[in-house]
């Protein structure tokens, strides 16, 4: 910031965000708190202050495991969209039941995710019983319920 103040500064901050968000300079979702601080060169609750003043306006939002995204456009976490995506192969068919799921290294690599973001997802499904682990083997799909 050219002449910070400790008044107010979260205000520029959101303005200057917002004017970009009207350019559509983030259609991937806006940066990380880190990098929005290091920008203005203020602390990460100066930029919380500005983020919040933004969601309240209803021009950001913020999605679990996806971040904070421009507008009101419901994106989905990646965690549910291995979920939804799993669940609808065993509903067709596609993985049977009794039939072994990709491991997490294989899963991770076709989504395109980490294999945290794979094991919440497949955590889920064994939650709900869609899917069994057997230590040591893998996991399976489950009698359908």
């Not at 969601?55 to 495991?65: F, L, N, R, Y």
Request: overall charge positive; proline content about 6%.
């Amino acid at each position: 910031m050219t002449n910070p103040s400790p008044r107010g500064t979260y205000l520029t901050i959101s303005e200057a965000l917002r004017a970009r968000i009207a350019e559509g300079a983030y259609p991937d979702g806006l940066p990380s708190e880190a990098e929005i601080g290091r920008e203005f060169g203020v602390a990460r609750t100066t930029v919380r202050r500005a983020l919040r003043a933004l969601q309240d306006a209803g021009e950001v939002t913020t999605v679990a495991g996806v971040g904070r995204q421009v507008g009101n456009e419901v994106r989905v976490a990646p965690y549910k969209r291995i979920v939804t995506d799993l669940l609808e192969r065993i509903r067709t068919g596609e993985l049977p039941t009794g039939a072994r799921l990709p491991s997490e290294a294989e899963l991770s690599e076709s989504y395109g995710v980490a294999r945290g973001t794979v094991r919440r997802a497949v955590h889920e499904l064994e939650g709900a019983g869609h899917i069994h682990a057997q230590h040591g083997i893998g996991r399976f799909v489950g009698p359908a319920s």
